[in-house]
């Protein structure tokens, strides 16, 4: 069955400071993989999706991650973080077309000033 | 614009009654889902469907149900027999491959918080 982990719960980081978040999955073939950000009360917003190629992509608001197979990670990264990247973000794995995608339980990102 | 919309934003429920909580998509696409999302515990999802009067349970669907009677809708109903229904549900719709989009992606509503009163 195909699971992903976040491990780190809470994160706390300075405005300005670069921010990892780490993702590993599993699942059984070539992984389609995603991460979301979600303020609070609102829905998920893509930031960013691997399928294929460039094991490192870019998505929006200056997010990036990088697809590591032998890791069976996703991180994401950021070089420079802004108050207004506070929020949770969920990495996701999926397998294309109609399959289902599972979600990691999420890290709540802190930004102090 | 398409998307997803989720109402009502938030709702009240009794004890003992049964709610429906409405999911409808523009995006033409054939799959949707609905997952509950409780802190600490990300998404858990509840029912999907891949296609018109056809849906399966997902990892937590005792207490719900569901109904896909057009490609649009896709409305849950939180049964008397959910025993704690208080948490925030979330609508998606994915997009497979065939339809031009390059890759499977999940649009989501914009949730419903449900409590219990």
């Known amino acids: 069955a195909q699971s992903v982990t976040q491990p780190d719960i809470h994160i706390t980081v300075s405005e300005g400071a670069s921010l990892e978040l780490r993702c590993n999955y599993s699942y059984g073939a070539t992984p389609y993989l995603f991460w979301y950000v979600q303020s609070p009360g609102q829905g998920l917003q893509l930031l960013l999706k691997y399928f294929s190629g460039d094991t490192l992509v870019q998505g929006i608001k200056g997010f990036e991650a990088e697809f590591k197979r032998s890791q069976s990670s996703f991180n994401l990264r950021k070089p420079s973080v802004h108050w207004s990247d506070a929020a949770e973000y969920f990495c996701?794995?999926?397998?294309?077309?109609?399959?289902?995608?599972?979600f990691g339980t999420g890290t709540k990102l802190q930004v102090i000033p | 614009d398409g998307g997803i919309t989720q109402s009502p934003k938030y709702l009240f429920r009794k004890e003992g009654q049964n709610v429906t909580l409405s999911c409808e998509q523009n995006?033409?696409?054939?799959?949707m889902y609905w997952y509950r999302q409780d802190p600490g515990q990300g998404l858990r999802l509840i029912y999907y469907?891949?296609?018109?009067?056809?849906?399966q349970k997902g990892d937590i669907a005792e207490g719900y149900s569901v109904s896909r009677e057009k490609k649009e809708s896709f409305p849950l109903t939180v049964t008397s027999a959910q025993k704690n229904p208080t948490a925030f549900y979330l609508c998606a719709s994915i997009s497979p491959p065939g339809q031009g989009i390059l890759n499977t992606e999940a649009f989501f509503g914009q949730g419903t918080r449900l409590t219990v009163v």
């Open positions: 469907s891949q296609i018109v009067n056809d849906f």
């Open positions: 996701a794995v999926g397998g294309g077309g109609y399959q289902k995608v599972t």
């Open positions: 995006l033409n696409h054939d799959a």
